[in-house]
C-alpha cells in the first residue's frame, strides 16, 4: 500500500512539477507540488501503521504461534499511531519552516532580494509558532499513551528504577545507565514527571525494577531493560532543543511586528544556525522511540534476538552495513553540499514570456 499510494504518487507529480515549469497552467503546476506532499504525508502515515503496530500491537490474531493481521482498521486507530503520526506531520512543519527560516536570513544578511525573502521569512515564522507548539503539545500525550502501553520505555527515559507517586523530573543527571541505579540527579521538579508520564499530578510511574520482575514473570527469563543512557538523554535532548526553536520562533515574529526582522543581524545570525536545531531533535526522538522498544521487534510478541536470521553469517552483516553507511553518507553528503550551494544563490531575475523554452535556473527548483 505505502509503495502503489506514495511512490507513484510522489514521483508522477514530482516529474510533472519539475518538468512542467512554464508549460503547464499556473494552478495545475502549483496542485502537482501539493500532490507530492499529500504523497509524502501518505508515505509517513503508512510507516507510522506499521511502527505503531510494533510498539503496540493490534487489530491481530495468533496463529499457529505467529500474529496474523485481522483488522486493518485497528492499525490507523491504535493511539500509538494516531498521536505519533500527528507529532510527525508538526515536526516536519517545524523542520521545513526552520530550514525556510534559515535560508530567508542567511539571504538578507548578504543582501538577497530583500523583499522575497522577508516575506519568506514571515510564512515561515508564521507556520513555525504554531507547529513547534503543537509538536510538544502533542508530543506530551504521545507519552502519556506510551507510559500506558509501554512503560518500561517511559521510566527509562528519567533512569526510574523504583515506583514512584508523585515523581520528579531531573533536568540532569551524574551517572546513570544500566548498571547504575543511583545515579545523582540534579534539579528536580517536583510532579512533573507524573504530570508527563499519566496527565495526573500525582500519578505513579512504575520503576524499571518491578517492571523487570512483571516481564520475567510474564514472558520468560530474560532482561527487558532498554538502553537506559541513551532513552535519558535521547528524551532531553528532543525536548530541550524544542525551546531554543520555539525561542527563535518567537523572536523572530516580535521583529517582525516591529518592522526589524531584516535589519538585526543577530537574530539572522542565529536563524541561519537554527536550521540544525530540528534534525538533531527529530534524531533524539527516533533514538528515544526505537531504543525504547528494545529488547521486543514487536512489543509482548516477538524479540529482536529471535529476529536474527541464522544463514546470514557476520560477515555479510558487516558488507551489507557498511555499504549502506557509505550509500547514505554519500547521498547525505551531496544533498547537503547541493541545499548549502542554492540556498546561496541570489535569485534570477523573472522570467518573461519570451524565455518560456528556456532551462528553468535549478534554483527555481
Known amino acids: 500500500m505505502e509503495g502503489l499510494a506514495e511512490s507513484f504518487l510522489e514521483s508522477t ?22 500532490a507530492v506532499s499529500l504523497g509524502s504525508a501518505l508515505s509517513a502515515a503508512f510507516i507510522l501503521a506499521a511502527n505503531s503496530w510494533m510498539q503496540h500491537p493490534v487489530g491481530y490474531q495468533m496463529v499457529n504461534g505467529k500474529p496474523q493481521l485481522n483488522d486493518i482498521w485497528a492499525l490507523f486507530t491504535n493511539p500509538v499511531f494516531v498521536w505519533g503520526y500527528a507529532k510527525v506531520l508538526f515536526a516536519s512543519l517545524v523542520t521545513g519552516a526552520v530550514v525556510m527560516l534559515a535560508v530567508s536570513a542567511w539571504q538578507l544578511r548578504h543582501r538577497g532580494d530583500r523583499e522575497v525573502f522577508t516575506r519568506s521569512a514571515r510564512l515561515a515564522l508564521v507556520v513555525l509558532v504554531p507547529a513547534i507548539l503543537f509538536t510538544m503539545l502533542v508530543g506530551d500525550e504521545l507519552g502519556v499513551i506510551e507510559a500506558r502501553y509501554q512503560p518500561m520505555k517511559i521510566a527509562a527515559a528519567e533512569a526510574q528504577w523504583t515506583t514512584c507517586q508523585p515523581c520528579s523530573f531531573s533536568l540532569f543527571q551524574i551517572g546513570g545507565g544500566n548498571n547504575d541505579h543511583t545515579p545523582t540527579q540534579i534539579i528536580e521538579i517536583p510532579h512533573l514527571l507524573s504530570l508527563l508520564a499519566t496527565n495526573h499530578w500525582n500519578g505513579q510511574v512504575v ?64 536563524a541561519v544556525w537554527g ?59 551531496v544533498d547537503l553540499l547541493l541545499m548549502l550551494r542554492y540556498s546561496r544563490d541570489q535569485l534570477p531575475p523573472p522570467r518573461t514570456e519570451a524565455d518560456v523554452d528556456a532551462p528553468v535556473p535549478a534554483v527555481q527548483y
Open 13 to 34: 507529480f514530482l516529474g510533472l512539477w519539475l518538468f512542467g515549469w512554464d508549460k503547464l497552467p499556473k494552478r495545475l503546476h502549483l496542485t502537482a507540488i501539493w
Open 207 to 270: 520503576g524499571m525494577t518491578p517492571l523487570q520482575q512483571q516481564y520475567t514473570s510474564q514472558f520468560g527469563s530474560g532482561y527487558y531493560v532498554p538502553n537506559v543512557f541513551i532513552q535519558y538523554w535521547a528524551m532531553r535532548v528532543m525536548a530541550y532543543l524544542g525551546v531554543p526553536v520555539l525561542l527563535i520562533s518567537v523572536w523572530g515574529l516580535w521583529l517582525l511586528r516591529r518592522k526589524k526582522l531584516a535589519t538585526s543581524r543577530v537574530f539572522l545570525h542565529v
Open 275 to 333: 536550521a540544525v536545531l530540528p534534525f538533531l531533535m527529530n534524531t533524539a526522538g527516533w533514538f528515544l522511540t526505537e531504543s525504547g522498544r528494545q529488547p521486543w521487534i514487536v512489543q509482548g510478541i516477538m524479540l529482536t534476538k529471535n529476529g536474527i536470521s541464522p544463514t546470514v553469517s557476520t560477515t555479510t552483516l558487516w558488507i551489507s552495513l557498511v555499504a549502506f553507511a557509505a550509500l547514505y553518507g554519500t547521498l547525505a553528503t
